[in-house]
Nanobody
Framework: QVQLVESGGGSVQAGASLRLSCVAS????????MAWFRQAPGNERESVAT????????NYADSVKGRFTISRDIAKHTVYLQMNSLIPEDTAVYYC??????????????????WGQGTQVTVSS
């Protein structure tokens, strides 16, 4: 089992920044791919970014490229999502996920076995 706990959400104005954190624990969590997803009201859950514990290889959704950065601190068992230049369209509940997911499928939420509880991000114009 892997446990994931997100934090760092909040309400900000457009153009501001936020940093989300996801602390992982449990057996063999470091073997899994980590990812951030988000879900806005009335929308399906969508992928945001992914990273591997080993090597730190990343991928991003086109909608956040150049604005968001995913990173990890192995010693702290934590994955971060630095979000800059936030826009109202970024408003959503953000979820951290872990799974034995190939890179080619990183954006498929069904490929992740473990999920955090989510943290709300609200961006006002």
């Amino acid at each position: 089992q892997v446990q994931l706990v997100e934090s760092g959400g909040g309400s900000v104005q457009a153009g501001a920044s936020l940093r989300l954190s996801c602390v992982a624990s449990g057996r063999s969590f470091s073997a899994y791919r980590m990812a951030w997803f988000r879900q806005a009201p009335g929308n399906e859950r969508e992928s945001v970014a992914t990273i591997t514990w080993s090597g730190g290889v990343t991928n991003y959704a086109d909608s956040v490229k150049g604005r968001f950065t995913i990173s990890r601190d192995i010693a702290k068992h934590t994955v971060y999502l630095q979000m800059n230049s936030l826009i109202p369209e970024d408003t959503a509940v953000y979820y951290c996920a872990a799974g034995n997911t190939p890179r080619s499928s990183w954006y498929e939420d069904g490929r992740y076995a473990y999920w955090g509880q989510g943290t709300q991000v609200t961006v006002s114009s």
